[in-house]
């Protein structure tokens, strides 16, 4: 789990893909935090990705740096403590010019049944789960 999210982390940037109905969905997103031994993402229950891990929970992320990219395909779990949303937004507080944790709009999700994959042109993909 540790490679996942230092890799996460030092690219800034991923892809988080979702599915609205038979379309899949892309987006640029830049949290990934740790917290109680678990990866967690964070969004608002207003926009449409939220509405669509909720409709369907499985999801995928991907990144690209230092000539490798990353893979992820996880389930998006919802964890409406405000300790988790608090964490998340202690862990990033640029967000808290928008988001509070017991605001009613920020949410956030830990991901579950991970399988992350770490690929290059030269070496063999390595596979990591959680």
């Known amino acids: ?9 030092k690219c800034g940037t991923y ?10 969905r ?3 997103f830049g949290t990934i935090h740790q917290f109680e031994g678990r990866l967690y993402i964070q969004t608002g229950k207003v926009k449409d990705v939220s509405k669509q ?3 369907n929970q499985k999801i995928e ?27 998340m ?18 949410e956030v999700f830990y991901l579950k049944d991970v399988t992350a994959t770490i690929s290059s042109f030269t070496d063999e993909p390595k596979v990591i789960r959680f």
Not at 17 to 24: I, L
Not at 89 to 106: C, E, H, I, R, V
């Open 53 to 55: 891990m909720h409709q």
């Open 61 to 87: 992320i991907c990144a690209f740096g230092e000539g490798k990219w990353i893979r992820v395909a996880a389930t998006a779990v919802e964890d409406d403590r405000t300790c988790a949303r608090q964490s």
């Open 15 to 24: 892809y988080l893909a979702t599915v609205e109905g038979d379309q899949p």
């Open 1 to 9: 789990m540790q490679e996942v999210l230092e890799f996460l982390k």
């Open 26 to 28: 892309v987006r640029p």
């Open 89 to 106: 937004l202690d862990a990033y507080p640029s967000l808290q010019k928008s988001y509070q944790a017991d605001d009613g709009n920020t």
